[in-house]
């Protein structure tokens, strides 16, 4: 539940639900979803401590193995930055892009190569290598179908701040809003036709 109010924006929502998990298991999914709901509700200090108890979990023999986190590091990236770590902020972009850039040369499912383009132009933009977010947001906007949590999130998210008065990436994000509105339709169309509404 925590992770379906978080992409409905209901961050308080997604407190409650993962305050409530950690009174019965301590996870690091409940730990970086905390973490990540007091950022965007601009309580930085206990999203670094959230976000810290996260990384302690990650086994230390198998640094940034987990799959669910290291897709997410640039957010444990971002919160350090806010916090005015920078230097540890910039260590853990690294890691990220790098993990990224791996994960795109790999034969992977599109869905997965679209969101590491979304998620390196989102670290770009936010370190001002304006050139290459655009770069990866072109290659984002290749994609036919966009995703609800991708064409809403682009909207609003932190990491992309510096280049959302380009013009080239509000054209991007209006692009990213047809496609998620047209299959929105062609799945009510379908739903209609097959009695399913």
Known sequence: MANYEFLLGNYSQTIAYCQAALEIDSSIMALFYLGRAYSLTDRFNESLKYMKSALEKVPEDQPFQLPFFRNRLHRVAYTFWINGNKEESELYFDQFVEFQLQLIKMERPQ??????????????????????????????????????????????????????????????????ESKYQAEHERVRQWLEENDIL
């Open 111 to 176: 869905a997965q190569t679209f969101a590491s383009y979304y998620d390196l132009a989102g670290v770009y933009a936010f370190r001002g290598e304006t050139k290459k977010a655009l770069e990866n947001l072109r290659l984002l906007n290749q994609q036919k179908i966009c995703t609800y949590w991708m064409a809403e999130f682009i909207k609003w998210d932190e990491l992309f701040d510096p280049i959302r008065d380009e013009p080239e990436f509000q054209q991007i994000v209006r692009d990213l």
